[in-house]
């Protein structure tokens, strides 16, 4: 009797402790990336920012190279500066976009800055 209550009780001690180990967190509280939503979500931004300043496929190819070069910072870090990484993300987007559309991107900013209460949702 004594054997059957140890090993049921050594099962459910084992069986717990394995069920806190795999939470999918990849360094402390940080989860790991789903890469399927990470892309779906980056084309969408990408599509949005082509439907505001119409972008080149060259451009769009390197935009792509960029989000996923700085995806893997991110991960590959134990603790990055995540709003220095992103303010270096968004700076090397810019040198990709020509002047014009920089223009184009900036007066969309500006025009929806102040539209915040006029959005249905």
């Known amino acids: 009797m004594k054997k ?8 459910a001690t084992l069986t717990v ?8 967190r990849a360094y402390g509280n940080r989860p790991v990336p789903n890469a399927r939503i990470d892309n779906n979500f980056e084309e969408f931004q990408i599509n949005k ?3 505001i300043v119409g972008l080149t496929r060259k451009q769009e190819n390197k935009i792509k190279n960029i989000e996923n070069r700085y995806d893997r910072v991110i991960v590959g870090r134990r603790t990055p500066n995540l709003k220095e990484t992103q303010w270096k993300k968004q700076q090397e987007i810019m040198a990709v976009l020509t002047p014009a559309q920089r223009d184009r991107l900036m007066a969309f900013q ?3 800055q102040f539209d915040r209460y006029n959005r249905r949702g």
């Open 4 to 11: 059957i209550i140890l090993s049921i009780a050594l099962l």
């Open 17 to 24: 402790g394995s069920s806190y180990a795999q939470q999918g």
């Open 49 to 51: 920012l082509d439907k």
């Open 110 to 112: 500006r025009g929806n």
